[in-house]
């Protein structure tokens, strides 16, 4: 199980009850969003800042982790997450995604919902 407690990102294991934590990057206000890809291997974390930000982690390392750190509850070292990508909307007004999606057909594909004033849909190549 994934979601949001203040502004760390918690891996709750519900077999053995262990959980990880992903703490949110340093400057932001907290986190307003996250979604995973349908693969369970990619975690997209949106946090509000002076401008929108949308980190994408690889996560297979840290389930693989719980898994090996059975009933222990500590932060994840960051050799167990990889941060893949941090994307953030220059051009615009807004300080927070309200929504994020991977394309089903496609984790390359990321789709946004940007906040007002401007609230845009944007499509992310986010590998490039």
Known sequence: MVYPCGHNVVFYSIADKSQRFIPGIEGTEGITCLNMNQSRR???VCETA???VCSIYQV???VESIKEKKGHQAQVDASVFKKRKVIMMPDSEATAFLSVEFCPQNDKIL???SGGPDFKV???QWDK
Request: glycine share 0%; net charge positive; no cysteine.
């Open 122 to 124: 944007n499509l992310w």
């Open 60 to 62: 297979t390392k840290i």
């Open 50 to 52: 002076t401008q929108a």
């Open 42 to 44: 990619l975690l997209a």
């Open 111 to 113: 789709a946004t919902l």
